[in-house]
Structures are given as structure tokens and as C-alpha cells.
């Protein structure tokens, strides 16, 4: 046990717990005045994390008995993560000030939960894995409910915390049953210890666990059938705290689920293939349907995102290396689509109040031009259609399964695409198509302006940045698989 | 001039008009006329640049030429890859010679959002350019899908009362097909380790999933052709559209169809395209007769000349499946000709619609009293559709029947029909239109064609002319090109 070189292998994260911690105490004493300063020191804080993040060397690193790993895949969930929350405290910043969150505490929650989401991503062992979820998950529950005194944001977080602390026991569960047949919690021995299970009977108990953890997981990418919680709790969070549950935990989650089930679970790729095979699908179709009768564009974003997911969740059935890099590309595309849609959702403000009702958007292209042409980017975009960056992502993540010889998955989830592509052009209707409505308030402050016109930039000339991303995302994905 | 990358240059001209568009600051007023200006500019100029290719081109090889190649995403065998060959150079050429007759014919019966319109039919353009240069498969299908995006706020904005209806209808129909076609560029991709079109042409695709493949570019190009029975949303399109959107469905969207079946399916699947010619050969029949008797119940002009465009592209793809040198040339060449004609019709029927706002038949009557050369132009183009020897319409149905008889007689004799029953419904509407008793108000008071319609009749009616009259410099380009697709063809079913 050598603590100082298991602390260098972890310093992004050990950044982030103590600079988390003296601002905890800064504005502790200050109190809710220090707000302001408070965010922005956090961003300065997440920035240096993610400037330790890209300058850690390349190779597999393991430190702390085994429990906590560092390697590409890992870094570049990390940074995924760290912008998402970056964007989120931004985006966050003006709309606290007039819906009057003033809580010095939400950049530091957005902070742990940061910290939770890495060493989620950065889990090599059942124990480590479940201390990141929780860490990352209470975080959350309390950011759902940040606005005390809204009954919708009290019942969002109740019910993202009781089927929260739901799916973690299912996991929790999972995770014994594993170590009660395998005898071990640590990634690397379970790999040895199953691959001599080849042939062997005795792994229905591994099997029962690992059903049991893909359940909890699932949970939290919000997969179908345990989906139900996110439109409602997607509905009643603060807008800027629904932007981060939309992003970065599903990251987080999805990434330790293909590295749980990629790396020890690997033997058992035949077992779970059938399962995440259903999942992705039943995703992806209730995903395009469900969204079709939706009124609250919180809620038509929710099932927007269970259908994302499920594509995402097609590059984990196809179980290969162009699999796994499918996924990080279509979540980086996932994350730039849905911080501009959650900025420009933010901008959706009329006599000072928030409103949420897609009728609402109707006639934008009047009022506000250039936020309609955003959006309108962003929904095709969504809807895969080239050459916007969303249908990059959907590329790759159907290449991988066809190499996979995964033909009906494929089929079944262009046509789910053809069908969600409906209510995103419902959106497009509205703001072209029919007369308009009285603008939205004006200005609408520079932070959206500049992240929602940011975003669609990426999104549209996505083709000159796709080389770069889709190297690095190889590196991430080969690293995970060189084992 | 070596290197000039002249075909890049007429793919992305039309948005660099958009960004000076973008540009333009000032009142109402001023930003409509600067964005009609600016518009017919660029799109002028990208037509002028796109004679260039015309002009040097070169004949007598069946490679691609002015080609370009740029590493795009390396590790995927996929780049910026275009240029063109004796099939795709026309299709550059009508699309670049349209979007200006589009914007021109706008001119006056556009006034809300002008700007937008602009922007979205240069968009359009760079759109269609790009499908028929791009040789690398996945660019293709970015190309060919990125027209839906500017199409359906055409049809959605500036359309009709039923525009919504039909704007959803025309998306989802056509993305329904193409997911189908990209899943078909996967497979090709996994089995052949590029999506470059030149070796994907020399690639022999494995006979067991050329059906397959066969099947999923059927349903793509098939929506877009429009095919029957998947022709529905082409009258509802057509109907709502703005005029110029009409002219730019029937004249280019269309071909795109047609273009993919003589690019992909034949030489790519050769064996497949043997098996399923007689279910083309059946769907196209079908197509002829029966949308010819439906056009000739209809009592909406544009309606009609929008069923006309299904039974005209039946003749097409009944000669792209002869595999014949003729009903290659024939579709290629009916290809373009209709482009041109129902280009015309649509404009022809804009003109009136600007007047009377309506479409309807029985609104008019008589109007040869008062416009006589609209009545002139009008008849003219009607000939032409109705396939009227010295027209170019004449000539390309002439070779795919040509081609057509020595493939099976009985399609072709069924197919004839159908120039018979065309006749029928296009010189029926003229009569109610045009001739007759003047009696409505306010067709008494119409104005025959402005100057700035003229000048927007005049180039089609010279072509249609020249390619009915001398149609040797049109076919002189194809020829190598299709001789060469014909050669291919017949090795691979015979290996």
C-alpha cells in the first residue's frame, strides 16, 4: 500500500473532493450571497479536472487495491461528463437568479455529483461501483428538489429518490449474488474467475446477479421498462437541473454498464446479449411513441431521451470495439443536442415565468429567428437526419450492428427513428408553420444566446470535427477491449 | 485549370448566396429585394460554372471525370469523393438550370418571408447538386437526405391550405424509405470495406444478399420516383407546394429516383435487378394506366399534371430495367425531358394561379381571348408532354419503347397506351382551360405574360425544342457511359 502514487492516478478527482470541500466551507460561512462566486469557482475547479483529466498518460492504470482504474475509455466519459456539468452551471446561473434558487450548495451538489459520475466511470470493483451511484445518485435527489417551495419539484425528487433507492437495492442485490458465487468483487478476478466457468453449470447464480445489476443500470440510463420514472421527474426538476439528469448521469451509467458488462461479464455475452437486445429495442419503439401525444417539451425531452438511449444501447448489443466507439461518439452528439435544446427551452420565458407547453413555440420563426432556426436544428438533428450531427451518431452505432449481423435490431430501430422523427417535426411545424404567438421575454440573457448558437454550430458542421472525435473515441474503445 | 475543383465549386456556390443573404440587415422591403437578387445571382452564376463541365467535357471515356477526392474519415474508407460521367453530368445541368427559373418565377408571387425562401431554395440546390456529383456512397445519402430538410419548409411555409398534411406526408414517406436504403449502404459497407462508389461499381456484391440489398434500394428509390403504389404523396406535394417547390419536385427530386436506379441498383446488383424486372416491368404498367386514368378524372390542374409525372416516370424506369442501350438513353433522356415539361406545366399553371388563385378546371375557360401567348407556350408544352414528334418528349419515349419491344412486347404494348390516354387528359384539360366561351368576371380582366415571364419560358422552350429536334449533342454524352454500365451488366450475369 503506497497511498501517494494511488492519489497521482486518482488527481482529477481528488482535485474535484478539495476544492468541492473548501468551497463547501467558503460558502458555508458566506452564506447564500456567495452564489455567484461560488459557481464560478466551481466551474474553475471542474475546468482544472478536466485539464488534469486530458493530460493523465494514456495507458491502463489501476491504483487503491484494484478498486479504481484509469484509462482512455474512462477519461473520455470523464470529459463528457465535466462539460455537461460545466454547460449546466452556466445555463443554471441566470435562471437561479429570477426563479430565486439562490442556494449556495447547487454548484457544490452539481460538484459531488460530478465526482460521483467519475468514479462511476472509473469503477474497476462491485464495492467502488456502488459508492460512486450513490454518492452520485443523492446528489441528484436533492438537486431534483432544489426548489422547496414547488410542489412538482418535491414530488419529482420524491419519486426519483424512492425509485432511486429502489433500483440501487435491486443493484446492491445483484452485486451479492455475484460475490456469493464468485467470490470475489474485484473486476479482474471475477474476468479470471469466469473465464474457467466456460462450459460449466454452476453460473446460474452469476447469471441471477447479473440480471440484477443490468436492471439497476438500466434504471438509471432510464431504459425501457424501467423508464417510468424520468418524465416525471424530467417535468417537475428545475430546467437546468433536468439538462444534467438528461446528460451526464446517463453517460456515467452507460459507460459503467458496457465496461461491467464488456470486462467481467464478457463470457457472458450470449446471456446478456438477449436481454440489452430487448431493452434497446423496447426503448427505441416506446421512445418514438410515447413522445408522439406529449404537450410539456420537459416530458416530450424525457422520452426523447429514453429513445436515444436505446439507440445508444444497440452499439452494448453489438458487443464489438466499433460498438463501444459508436457509443462514446453518439453520446458526445447526445450531449451537444440536448444542452443547445435545454438552452433554448430555458429561453422559453413569457411576463417573467417559465413556460413548458410545446403550443407555446408556435410562430417563432417571427419573433425570434435566430432561436428557430436553433431548434429547428436540433429536432432534425435528433431525428438522424444527415448532415447534421445526430445522423453521424446513428451511423456508426447501426455500422457496428450490422457488423454484428444484428439486422432486425437495425431495422427495427430505423424505422423507430422514421417514427420519432414525427414529433420532432411537430416541433419544426409549430415554429415555421403556424401564425405566431407573443415573443417570449426578451433578451434572453447572452449565456443562452451563446450556448444555444454554440451547440447548433457543432451540430451542423459536425462533418469537418468528425475525424478527430471518431480517433479519439477509437483509442477510448480499443482500450477497453485490449484486455 | 488541372486542379480547379470546378464541381465543388457549383456544389457549394448556392451557399455562399446564403451566407450574403444571412448577411443583409435593413427593413422588410430592402431585405426581400436583396434576397431575391442575391439569389438569382449565385444561383445564375452556379448555372453558367455548370456549363463548364458541359463544355469540356470529354466523350468517349466512361470514367468519372473533374473528380475530386479529400480524406474525410480515413478509418472508414469513406471520403469526399465527386465528380461525373456521361449519367449524372445532365441531372447537374437541370438542377443548376432550374433553381434559377424557380427563383425568378417567385419573383413576384412570394412576398412573406422572401428572405427565408431564398435561403432554403439555395440550400435546395447545393442539396441536388451534391446527390448527383457525390461519388462516395454515404455522401450520396447525406446529400439525398439534406433536400428534405429545405423541401418540407417549402411545402410547409409557403404551401397551400393542406400544406402541413401534405409537408409531414412528403418527409415521412420519403425517410421511410431511405432509412431502408441507408441500412442497404451499411451492409454494402461491411461487406465490401468502402462506400466508394467507383469500387463499389467494380465490387461483385455476393449473390445471396443482392436481393436483399436489391429490396432495401427499391423502397428508397422507388417513394422517391415515385413508384405506384408508394406514389401517393406526390399529388398531395405537388397540390400544396408553392409553384416553384412544384417545379423543383417534378423536375429534379424525381430524377433522384430514377438517377439511383441507374447508379446503384443496376450496376451494383446486377443479378437481382435480372430477377426483379418483371415486378418493375408490373408496377410500371400498372403505374402508366392507372395514374393516366386518374389524371384524367381530376379536376385540379396541378393535381393532374402530378399524376401525368408518376405515369411519365413509369416509361423511365421501364427503361432503365430493359438494360438495353436505348431504354437506358431513353430514360435518361425522357429523364431530363420531362424534368423540363412538367417544369414548364407547373409554371404555366403558376401563372394563372398568380392571376386567379386557383387551380381549378372549371375556374377557367377562354383564356386564349385574352392571353395568346400563354396559350401558345401552354400548347406547346402540353405537346410536349403528350410526346408530340419535334418535341423532346417525342424522343426519349420513342427509345425506351424501342428498347421496351425488344425486352417483351407486351410491356411496351401496354406501355403505349399510355402516351395514348397521356393525350387524352393533358389535351382535354387544355381545351377547358384554354378554349371555350370567355365567360367568367374576372378572367375578362386577366393579363397575358409580363416580360419577366417570358423570360422564364423562353430557355425551356428552346430546349424542349432542341432536344426534340437534334437530340444527337445529349445522347453524344451519354453514350460511352451507358455502353460502359451495359458491358458491366451483362459480364456479371454472365460470370
Not at chain 1, 439497476?216 to 417510468?228: D, Q
Not at chain 2, 443479378?271 to 386514368?293: H, N
Not at chain 2, 401563372?351 to 377562354?366: E, F, L, Q, T
Request: net charge negative; with cysteine; proline share 4%.
Amino acid at each position: 500500500m503506497n497511498l501517494i502514487p494511488d492519489l497521482i492516478t486518482a488527481i482529477p478527482e481528488v482535485t474535484i473532493v478539495v476544492l468541492t470541500l473548501l468551497l463547501l466551507l467558503y460558502g458555508a460561512f458566506i452564506g447564500n450571497k456567495s452564489t455567484g462566486t461560488v459557481s464560478w469557482l466551481s466551474i474553475i475547479a471542474m475546468c482544472l479536472a478536466a485539464i488534469l483529466v486530458i493530460s493523465t498518460p494514456a495507458e491502463r492504470v489501476t491504483a487503491f487495491n484494484q478498486l479504481f482504474i484509469v484509462d482512455e475509455f474512462a477519461n473520455y466519459a470523464k470529459l463528457l461528463i465535466i462539460i455537461s456539468a460545466v454547460l449546466t452551471i452556466i445555463l443554471a446561473m441566470p435562471y437561479n437568479k429570477r426563479e430565486n434558487i439562490l442556494h449556495f450548495e447547487y454548484p457544490i451538489l452539481i460538484l459531488f455529483a460530478v465526482l460521483g459520475m467519475m468514479m462511476m466511470v472509473s469503477a474497476n470493483d462491485l464495492i467502488s461501483l456502488y459508492l460512486g451511484i450513490e454518492l452520485q445518485s443523492l446528489s441528484l435527489y436533492i438537486l431534483a428538489t432544489i426548489r422547496r417551495d414547488s410542489v412538482k419539484s418535491a414530488e419529482a425528487g420524491l419519486k426519483y429518490f424512492v425509485l432511486g433507492a429502489l433500483s440501487s437495492g435491486i443493484l446492491l442485490y445483484g452485486m451479492s449474488m455475484v460475490y456469493g458465487f464468485s467470490g470475489s468483487t474485484s473486476f479482474d478476478n471475477l474476468s479470471i474467475v469466469f473465464e474457467n466457468y466456460s462450459g460449466n453449470n454452476s453460473n446460474i447464480g452469476v447469471i441471477v446477479g447479473l440480471v440484477f445489476i443490468m436492471a439497476g443500470l438500466a434504471f438509471k440510463v432510464s431504459a425501457v421498462p424501467f423508464h417510468m420514472w424520468t418524465p416525471d421527474v424530467y417535468e417537475g426538476a428545475p430546467t437546468p437541473i433536468t439538462a444534467f439528469f438528461a446528460i451526464a448521469p446517463k453517460v456515467a451509467a452507460m459507460i459503467l454498464l458496457i465496461r461491467i458488462l464488456i470486462q467481467p461479464f464478457g463470457e457472458f455475452f450470449d446471456q446478456w446479449q438477449q436481454i440489452i437486445w430487448f431493452i434497446s429495442a423496447a426503448s427505441m419503439i416506446l421512445g418514438a411513441f410515447a413522445a408522439i401525444n406529449q404537450k410539456n417539451i420537459k416530458r416530450l425531452m424525457a422520452y426523447s431521451s429514453i429513445g436515444h438511449m436505446g439507440f445508444i444501447l444497440v452499439g452494448l448489443v453489438a458487443g464489438n470495439e466499433s460498438g463501444t466507439q459508436a457509443v462514446l461518439l453518439y453520446l458526445t452528439v447526445y450531449l451537444f443536442m440536448n444542452i443547445g435544446t435545454f438552452a433554448c427551452i430555458l429561453a422559453m420565458r413569457r411576463q417573467d415565468r417559465m413556460v413548458e407547453d410545446i403550443d407555446q413555440l408556435a410562430g417563432l420563426s417571427r419573433t425570434n429567428p435566430i432561436m428557430a432556426i436553433c431548434i429547428t436544428v436540433f429536432m432534425f438533428s435528433m431525428a438522424g437526419i444527415p448532415p447534421l450531427a445526430g445522423f453521424f451518431g446513428k451511423y456508426f452505432i447501426f455500422k457496428a450492428a450490422i457488423e454484428a449481423n444484428l439486422y432486425t435490431l437495425t431495422v427495427l430501430g430505423l424505422l423507430a427513428s422514421v417514427v420519432s422523427a414525427y414529433y420532432y417535426l411537430r416541433i419544426v411545424k409549430l415554429i415555421y408553420f403556424d401564425d405566431a404567438l407573443d415573443s417570449f421575454d426578451l433578451p434572453v440573457g447572452k449565456e443562452i444566446s451563446i450556448i444555444t448558437i454554440g451547440m447548433s454550430i457543432v451540430v451542423v458542421f459536425f462533418i469537418f470535427i468528425i475525424w478527430p472525435i471518431l480517433n479519439t473515441t477509437a483509442i477510448a474503445a480499443a482500450t477497453l477491449f485490449a484486455i | 485549370m488541372e486542379f480547379f475543383p470546378v464541381i465543388s465549386l457549383i456544389t457549394f456556390l448556392p451557399l455562399i448566396g446564403v451566407l450574403f443573404i444571412l448577411l443583409v440587415r435593413g427593413d422588410e422591403e430592402t431585405v426581400a429585394r436583396n434576397a431575391r437578387y442575391t439569389a438569382i445571382w449565385t444561383s445564375s452564376a452556379t448555372f453558367i460554372v455548370s456549363l463548364f463541365l458541359w463544355i469540356n467535357f470529354d466523350n468517349t471515356t466512361a470514367d468519372f471525370q473533374f473528380v475530386e477526392k479529400i480524406e474525410w474519415i480515413p478509418g472508414f474508407s469513406t471520403s469526399y469523393h465527386v465528380g461525373v460521367d456521361g449519367i449524372s453530368i445532365f441531372f447537374v445541368l437541370l438542377s443548376a438550370a432550374l433553381t434559377p427559373i424557380c427563383v425568378l418565377a417567385s419573383w413576384k408571387s412570394i412576398t412573406k418571408r422572401v428572405r427565408e425562401y431564398m435561403i432554403a431554395f439555395l440550400i435546395l440546390e447545393t442539396m441536388m447538386i451534391g446527390t448527383f456529383v457525390a461519388l462516395d456512397f454515404l455522401l450520396f445519402y447525406i446529400f439525398f437526405e439534406g433536400v428534405l430538410i429545405p423541401m418540407f419548409i417549402i411545402i410547409g411555409v409557403w404551401g397551400g391550405e393542406r400544406r402541413v398534411y401534405s409537408a409531414f406526408k412528403f418527409f415521412l414517406y420519403t425517410l421511410a424509405g431511405s432509412v431502408l436504403l441507408l441500412v442497404a449502404i451499411l451492409v454494402l459497407h461491411y461487406e465490401s470495406g468502402t462506400t466508394d462508389i467507383p469500387e463499389l461499381l467494380s465490387y461483385n456484391v455476393p449473390v445471396e444478399i443482392q436481393p436483399w440489398l436489391w429490396i432495401a434500394f427499391f423502397a428508397s428509390f422507388a417513394v422517391k420516383m415515385p413508384m405506384w403504389p408508394v406514389h401517393t404523396w406526390l399529388p398531395d406535394a405537388h397540390v400544396e407546394a408553392p409553384t416553384a417547390g412544384s417545379v423543383i419536385l417534378a423536375g429534379v427530386l424525381l430524377k433522384m429516383g430514377g438517377y439511383g436506379f441507374l447508379r446503384f441498383s443496376l450496376p451494383m446488383l446486377p443479378i437481382a435487378s435480372e430477377q426483379f424486372t418483371p415486378l418493375i416491368y408490373t408496377l410500371s404498367v400498372v403505374a402508366i394506366i392507372y395514374t393516366s386514368l386518374v389524371a384524367l378524372a381530376q379536376e385540379d390542374m396541378k393535381k393532374l399534371i402530378a399524376y401525368s409525372s408518376v405515369a411519365h416516370m413509369g416509361f423511365v424506369t421501364i427503361g432503365i430495367f430493359t438494360a438495353s442501350q436505348y431504354g437506358l438513353q431513353g430514360s435518361i433522356f425522357q429523364m431530363l425531358s420531362h424534368g423540363i415539361i412538367s417544369a414548364a406545366l407547373f409554371l404555366c399553371v403558376g401563372v394563372v394561379y398568380d392571376r386567379i388563385h386557383s387551380r381549378d378546371i372549371n375556374r377557367y375557360g377562354g383564356l386564349v381571348k385574352r392571353m395568346p401567348k400563354y396559350s401558345a407556350i401552354f400548347m406547346l408544352f402540353v405537346l410536349g408532354s403528350v410526346a408530340l414528334p419535334g418535341t423532346s418528349g417525342f424522343i426519349g419515349e420513342f427509345m425506351i419503347l424501342i428498347g421496351a419491344y425488344k425486352a417483351n412486347t407486351w410491356v411496351a404494348l401496354l406501355a403505349t397506351t399510355g402516351i395514348i390516354l397521356g393525350a387524352a387528359y393533358m389535351l382535354y384539360m387544355y381545351r377547358r382551360v384554354i378554349f371555350g366561351e370567355l365567360l367568367k368576371d374576372d378572367l375578362k380582366e386577366i393579363l397575358d405574360l409580363d416580360f419577366r415571364e417570358l423570360c422564364i419560358f423562353t430557355p425551356l422552350i428552346i430546349l424542349v425544342i432542341w432536344m426534340g429536334i437534334w437530340p444527337q449533342p445529349f445522347l453524344d454524352v451519354m453514350d460511352v457511359s451507358v455502353k460502359n454500365l451495359l458491358e458491366n451488366y451483362q459480364l456479371a450475369l454472365n460470370r
